[in-house]
Structure formats: C-alpha cells, structure tokens
C-alpha cells in the first residue's frame, strides 16, 4: 500500500513538471516567432521601446480617429429603391504574387481598393507596399504572421504582432495605419480583449458584409466570384467586399475586371476605405468597455 502512495506522488509530480515544459516551450516559441520579426524591422537588433517612442505612436494615432467606432447597424444598412449603393473592395492577406496584378487593374479602371496586409520582408514585396500608398489606396493591417495559433495564444501574443506590424508599415511607407482586420474574421476566437485592445490606440476595426467567397476550400471560378458579390451589394447601402490575394487566388484576378465593370453598371460607388466609411461590424466596437 505504501508503495502504490508513493508511485502515485512520483507520477503525479511527473505530470506537473511536463505540464511546465509544455507551457514554456510554447511561451518561447511565441517569443521566438514575434521577437524575429521585430528584430527583422531593426537589422536584426531589437529596439528597445521607450516612454518616447509610446508616446509617438499615440499622438500618430490619436490625432487622427477617435475611437471606439460605431459600426452602423445591419437594419440601418439595408437599402431602399434610390440609395446609393456604396461599395468598399477590400483585399486581406496582401501581399502575394499577385497584388501587381490586382494594382495594375485598379489602376486600368481608375479604381481604388483597401488593402489588409500582413508583414513580408521580402524585397521584391517592399515596392508592393509602397505601391499601395502611392497608388491612393487604403493601407490596412491583417496581422504581422497571419498565423492564428500565435497571434491569439495570447493579449501580450497580439499586441507585439500588432505593433510589429504597424512599425513595418510606418518605416516601409512611411503610412501609420489606421484600420485592421481580425485574422480569419470576428468569429475566431473570443475578441473582447482584442477588439478593447485596437479601441485604445485608435485603430478601427473592419469586418465585411459581402464575401466573394474566394478564401472558401472550394474553388470558386470568376464568373461565380462576380455573381456573389454583385447578388449582396444590391441589398446594402454600404458594402464592404471581402476578396483575397494569395498565391493561389489567380481566379480573384481573373474577376476583378469584370467585377467592376459589373459594379459600374449597377450605379454603384467604389470607395476606399476611409473616416467617412460607415463603419461594418459584427461586435459593435463602442460595445467593449
């Protein structure tokens, strides 16, 4: 009996020290992930932050939006015979080998676009970003990783992704962004923190209400992707589109041209977004304490 006890207090004790090797192997691997890619933005030396450079981030997006945003409501969103139907088209994942496309035909149609995108240090990609802002189109930001397991483990995992990527985009354009998209959208993982976090330094949200439905498993082909989004912007005084620019999203290419066209004879108004934009959210921003 007394030695059944005491393999019982060996195991136990065991278990709780793997349990701690568990827990600190994946804290590092988080570390790792965000702290490489701000040593990437500093020549490979990770800056120090300072009371300075806080309070610099803070003016840069203060002075400019007023958070938390109201989202307009989906009863107040709905169009009547004679509204006019404004259209945001919005690109997540950017960028990838195809954004000079995507760009070449905004510029063809005299079109301007939203772009969340994520971190690329590539260099060939560094001119993409660029390429946006020069371009007049909104930069927004969809997470520095784009890799879900890591920027959710966490509030302290979300926040260094988060600046991580803003400083990118501040040093590389030259922008200090404004709007962000949640990784895989609202319905992620719980957001209250997330979306508490983004309210205190200024940043707006933005969901979407109409889905071209090319980031679906299935394959979609353009005529399908065309059909999806002009069927929804019908019903919506404001519709922010989702679309996405990957590798593998050559059929999104392929349906942007006619997608505008489509657009235009509709009567529509595409926009990028802005801070007259009404503002598409599922959880309500100003609804976070």
Request: hydrophobic content about 35%; aromatic content about 8%; proline content about 2%.
């Amino acid at each position: 009996m007394i030695l059944v006890v005491v393999l019982f207090v060996k195991m136990t004790s065991l278990e709780h020290k793997l349990d701690q090797l568990v827990t600190s192997s994946s804290e590092q691997n988080t570390d790792q992930i965000n702290a490489g890619a701000a040593a990437d933005l500093n020549g490979g030396v990770i800056a120090e932050e300072t009371e300075t450079t806080e309070e610099m981030q803070t003016e840069m997006t203060w002075d400019k939006v007023t958070p938390p945003a109201s989202g307009i409501s989906d009863e107040d969103n709905l169009a009547s015979e004679g509204d006019l139907h404004k259209v945001y088209l919005t690109f997540d994942n950017v960028p990838s080998e195809h954004t000079s496309e995507i760009l070449d035909v905004l510029q063809a149609y005299g079109v301007k676009a939203t772009f969340f995108v994520n971190g690329n240090q590539d260099e060939e990609m560094l001119s993409v970003y660029q390429r946006i802002v020069d371009e007049g189109h909104t930069l927004g930001m969809n997470s520095y990783s784009n890799q879900y397991s890591v920027i959710y483990q966490s509030e302290d995992a979300f926040e260094q992704d988060y600046m991580t990527l803003k400083n990118f985009l501040k040093q590389t354009t030259g922008v200090d962004s404004l709007y962000y998209r949640f990784p895989g959208g609202i319905s992620n993982v719980p957001m209250d923190y997330f979306i508490h976090y983004l309210n205190t330094q200024g940043i707006i949200y933005y969901d979407w209400n109409v889905s071209a439905g090319d980031g679906a498993s299935t394959a979609y082909t353009s005529e399908e992707i065309v059909e999806n989004v002009t069927d929804d912007v019908v019903k919506y005084k404001t519709s922010v589109v989702l679309l996405h620019d990957a590798s593998d999203k050559s059929a999104t290419v392929e349906a942007l041209a006619p997608l505008i066209e489509a657009l235009n004879e509709m009567g529509t108004e595409i926009l990028p977004i802005d801070e007259d934009t009404s503002v598409i959210q599922y959880v309500k921003a100003d609804s976070i304490d």
